[in-house]
């Protein structure tokens, strides 16, 4: 059965950028194949992303360094992704080793708020392990540095293979130090002035809540229910007075909760051979208000950059670590050897993708039907079947359709037409509404039933089911076999046993 393909590319197309993030859309089932990060365009990859998050039903990971899952943790974290990931071990093991580093180098030399750790925990929590599926000295002569990746532009890597040997370069270097002076000083007291907010709101609330007992306890000795003597009452008035009745006094303690349950008095718990006094116990209950800044658990830091100039004089050599083959022997590949039906280019340079495309359909040795080199959120449709549509059925419909089943499938039969409407992304969608007036059609049989099967099935319904040169004998009146077309024949005198063992037959059928 054919499928509806599309592919979105979100990141890695048609551009200078190491990071990759393709869409992979099969029906209605939606794969995000690697999700790097490239922090320049953050931006631009949030808008895209955050249309299809919500449809994203599996991630599959290719390989464990940043440009492939990189923006994973932000997803997760701050986008609210959440399906299962799935990549072999070593990516699974090198992933978290990576993102942790990348982190923490990020971190320790700027302020680096796009994901934290709990973030990246958060990404392996989700993971589905499958099997088998600068800081150099570049100014001594006798040191090498030698770039295993191929980089983006603008940065360290790309000046030093770009430059030539005892040139200089700029290198911007960050990292975080402690605060000291009048910094510390400011951040100590904003900290204190913090906390002195936060205690004298937990004392005010303490105080509105006191208020609050005392009035239940007025109300509480305002209530009688004894007559009182006429006599006792000192205020006499022209109008008929209410009976006033007296009760004992009975003061209901209310309890005080907070997230996390009911408070609890430490004094109640507490065991000691002295008893408590009154003085420990209302110190317990009064919290003073600390004027005094408190000491900070952790040492305010900053972060801070400067930028230097550095004399380029050692060997700088480019190793490709990364697997990929040069212009020629992808030619060939493709060629002699793939020779693939259709091709959707991604992951290079404008010029780079063009020219590969343009190979691809000038070559005598390949036989591409289509060939793609989409940009990046452009969707393409590579669907190899062109005449097949995917329709949505009303509820209309649905309910009122009589489903059969063969096999693992259940089938009914549908008179409806087709109506276009537009869905929220601006799309078409062929919608199929019931038609009023519904044409009668012939029954269908959809299933091919081995006479094996149905001799199984006559035998445990109490019929004597035997072979007899390929025919199916029953009960010595019914006689069942297949021509030479497939089509199942009944043959027998008419009578309760050939309307038993035909029903039986239907029944291996799906009738629609």
Known sequence: MTSIIKVTPLLGALDTGTAVCYLLKVDQYTLLLDCGLDVTKLSEFT???????????????????????????????????????????PVYNMGQMFLYDYYQSKNSSEDFNIFSLDHVDNVFDHFQQMKNLLAVS??????????????????LASKLLSNAIN???????????????????????????KQQEVEKMEVEEEGEESDEEQEDDQALVQRHDVPIPEETHNKKSFFKQHKVYPMFPFHEEKLKWDEY????????????????????????????????????????????????????????????FEGRSDGESIKRILALVLKPRQMVIVHGTPDASRHLAEFCRDSKDMGVSQIFVPGIGETVDATSERHIYQVKLKDALVTAAKFSRANDAELAWIDAVIDIQLNAEKEQVAMLEPMTNKPSHVPVFINEPRLSNLRQTLIKSGIQAEFNGGVLVCNNKVAIRRNASGTIQIEGTVSDDYYKIRSLLYSMYAII
């Open 47 to 89: 808008a895209r992303i955050m249309q299809h998050t919500n449809n994203i039903n599996a991630v599959l990971v290719s390989f464990p360094d940043v440009d492939h899952i990189g923006a994973l943790p932000y997803l997760y974290g701050t986008l609210g992704l959440d399906c299962q990931i799935y990549g072999t071990v």
């Open 138 to 155: 570049a100014e001594t002569k006798e040191n090498c540095i030698i770039v295993t990746q191929r980089t983006k532009p603008d940065t």
């Open 167 to 193: 040139n200089t370069i700029d290198i911007t270097i960050g990292k975080r130090v402690p605060l000291e002076g009048k910094e510390l000083e400011e951040h100590l007291n904003s900290v204190a002035k």
């Open 261 to 320: 349950g009911e408070f609890i008095k430490h004094e109640h718990f507490r065991i000691d051979e002295e008893p408590i006094k009154e003085e420990e116990m209302e110190t317990e209950k009064v919290k003073p208000v600390s004027t005094a800044p408190a000491a900070p658990t952790e040492i305010p830091t900053k972060c801070v950059t400067s930028r230097i100039k550095t004399q380029v004089n050692c060997k700088v050599k480019f190793i490709d």
